[in-house]
């Protein structure tokens, strides 16, 4: 199936910095979507991206449909420790085989210093 | 706002059980999704139902077996349990197959 390649795996950060993690594919995806997964749950709809070169913010949060459809990152300003978790990107291939498959990423794992 | 219910939560059963993986939505979605999760692995897609009454493979589906019951419900069942079935089950659903799917809590499986 389609790979999604997401980076980094892991970061620490101190509470207030902003971070960023990106996520990346050898093919066309129509949609991107990113998920916060906290322990013991079920991953939880952060951002929507239907759009090449959309910018969505929810709150702190912005996430950004690359021009080239094979791409696609997330920001989060001014970091606080609720903002521990698990982040996966996902996506819908473009067409072919798979297409209506959900495909995600690894995860980044992101743990916040107070 | 339930949203998708998995049950049961929890569950250990020994190698060569079966059994059912329940989930519903109340979502009025037409589309259900059924993924696991093993660590380091992300989420891999076992089966989906793009709509009530079909049904197909995802990238993992080899010793499971889904029923859709109705439009709210999708089941995932193991005919005989294997340790490398050890995982967090995830069931979800969207409007669409192409839409933002949304999750349930998991169902955490082992088998001894």
């Known amino acids: 199936g389609q790979q999604l390649n997401q980076s980094p795996q892991s970061m620490f950060i101190q509470e207030g910095e902003d971070v960023s993690m990106n996520c990346t594919s050898s093919?066309?995806?129509?949609?991107w979507l990113w998920y916060k997964q906290d322990p013991g749950e079920g991953p939880v709809l952060l951002i929507a991206?239907?759009?090449?070169?959309e910018l969505t913010s929810n709150g702190r949060l912005t996430a950004q449909f690359g021009i080239t459809r094979k791409d696609s990152f997330l920001n989060i300003s001014a970091s606080i420790p609720s903002d521990v978790g698990i982040y996966f990107c996902a996506g819908h291939p473009y067409s072919g085989a798979g297409s209506y498959q959900l495909t995600f990423g690894k995860g980044t794992k992101l743990s916040v210093i107070p | 706002n339930a949203g998708v219910t998995q049950t049961p939560k929890f569950q250990v059963l020994k190698t060569g059980q079966s059994m059912t993986l329940q989930c519903a939505q109340d979502m009025n979605h037409n589309s259900m999704y059924w993924y696991r999760q093993d660590p380091g692995m992300g989420l891999r897609l076992i089966y989906y139902s793009a709509s009530e009454g079909t049904t197909d493979k995802g990238e993992v589906p080899n010793g499971y077996n889904v029923s859709r019951l109705n439009k709210r419900e999708f089941s995932l069942r193991l005919e005989s349990a294997a340790p490398s079935q050890t995982s967090v089950y995830f069931c979800?659903?969207?409007?669409?197959?192409?839409?933002?799917?949304?999750f349930g809590q998991g169902t955490r499986l082992t088998v001894v």
């Open positions: 991206l239907y759009k090449a070169g």
């Open positions: 093919s066309i995806f129509n949609t």
């Open positions: 979800a659903s969207s409007e669409w197959t192409g839409a933002e799917a949304f």
